[in-house]
């Protein structure tokens, strides 16, 4: 009971008061206060710091998330949770130069490391950097074949990068990874319809159906490409 009261915690943390009625507040509060004691008990564990930070930014308290993601990297810096999570904390701070330094340090010690690569990636993309951002995503891809995401949004790269057949062929190899992706199938309809190949967008939007078989979009989407 006392581990679903936490959870709830957890979930509920950015939540206004205005939403929940005063007896749920008071429930809240005494939940939260359990989790953050079972937080301060294991505070010499990185993970422990992890989840102290990022209850600290649902709650709208980022000074505090940060300095929670800096104390597990100090316990373990090769901690790659505490990496991505303390990037996304300095990106809602609008501290994209500091989030990149961390990053490329990061890789420094772990390069091999998918999600550091990936993270990097996009926020390259938000800086405008395109091609350094297109290889950190392939990069990513490459060493994360089982993860759908990361060939997904590098293949949306390369395609905003008008690098079509590329994007194209990512997908390709990663839906025969992840055949029932509804983000790889959908952009690969996409994508073939753009080239004006409807034919071959045909069997993917067909796969979209099986995933969706009562939605009546995709049963129209099918039919115009069967014309």
Same mark, same amino acid.
């Given at each position: 009971?006392?581990?679903?009261?936490?959870?709830?915690?957890?979930?509920?943390?950015?939540?206004?008061?205005?939403?929940?009625?005063?007896?749920?507040?008071?429930?809240?509060?005494?939940?939260?206060?359990?989790?953050?004691?079972? #937080?301060? =008990?294991?505070?010499?564990? /990185?993970?422990?710091?992890?989840? @102290? $930070?990022? +209850?600290?930014? %649902?709650? *709208?308290?980022?000074?505090?998330?940060?300095?929670?993601?800096?104390?597990?990297?100090?316990?373990?810096?090769?901690?790659?949770?505490?990496?991505?999570?303390?990037?996304?904390?300095?990106?809602?701070?609008?501290?994209?130069?500091?989030?990149?330094?961390?990053?490329?340090?990061? #890789?420094? =010690?772990?390069?091999?490391? /998918?999600?550091?690569?990936?993270? @990097? $990636?996009? +926020?390259?993309? %938000?800086? *405008?950097?395109?091609?350094?951002?297109?290889?950190?995503?392939?990069?990513?891809?490459?060493?994360?074949?089982?993860?759908?995401?990361?060939?997904?949004?590098?293949?949306?790269?390369?395609?905003?990068?008008?690098?079509?057949?590329?994007?194209?062929?990512?997908?390709?190899?990663?839906?025969?990874?992840?055949?029932?992706?509804?983000?790889?199938?959908?952009? @690969?309809?996409? +994508?073939?319809?753009?080239? *004006?190949?409807?034919?071959?967008?045909?069997?993917?939007?067909?796969?979209?159906?099986?995933?969706?078989?009562?939605?009546?979009?995709?049963?129209?989407?099918?039919?115009?490409?069967?014309?």
């Amino acid at each position: 009971m006392r581990g679903v009261r936490v959870e709830a915690a957890r979930v509920l943390a950015d939540v206004a008061d205005e939403q929940i009625s005063v007896d749920q507040r008071r429930a809240r509060e005494k939940a939260t206060s359990e989790y953050e004691e079972s #937080l301060r =008990l294991d505070a010499d564990w /990185p993970t422990a710091n992890v989840n @102290l $930070g990022n +209850l600290r930014l %649902r709650q *709208g308290r980022p000074e505090e998330a940060i300095a929670a993601f800096e104390r597990a990297l100090a316990l373990d810096p090769r901690f790659i949770g505490a990496y991505v999570n303390l990037a996304d904390a300095y990106r809602q701070q609008g501290r994209d130069a500091e989030a990149e330094k961390l990053l490329r340090r990061g #890789l420094t =010690l772990l390069p091999r490391a /998918p999600d550091l690569h990936h993270v @990097l $990636g996009l +926020l390259l993309v %938000r800086k *405008g950097d395109k091609a350094a951002a297109l290889k950190e995503l392939g990069v990513a891809a490459k060493l994360a074949p089982d993860s759908a995401r990361y060939s997904y949004v590098y293949a949306v790269g390369l395609h905003s990068a008008d690098k079509r057949s590329e994007a194209l062929s990512v997908l390709r190899a990663a839906e025969a990874r992840h055949p029932y992706d509804l983000d790889i199938l959908g952009t @690969l309809v996409s +994508l073939n319809r753009e080239a *004006g190949k409807p034919r071959d967008a045909l069997p993917y939007a067909k796969k979209i159906a099986e995933v969706m078989p009562d939605d009546p979009g995709v049963q129209r989407l099918i039919a115009e490409l069967e014309k």
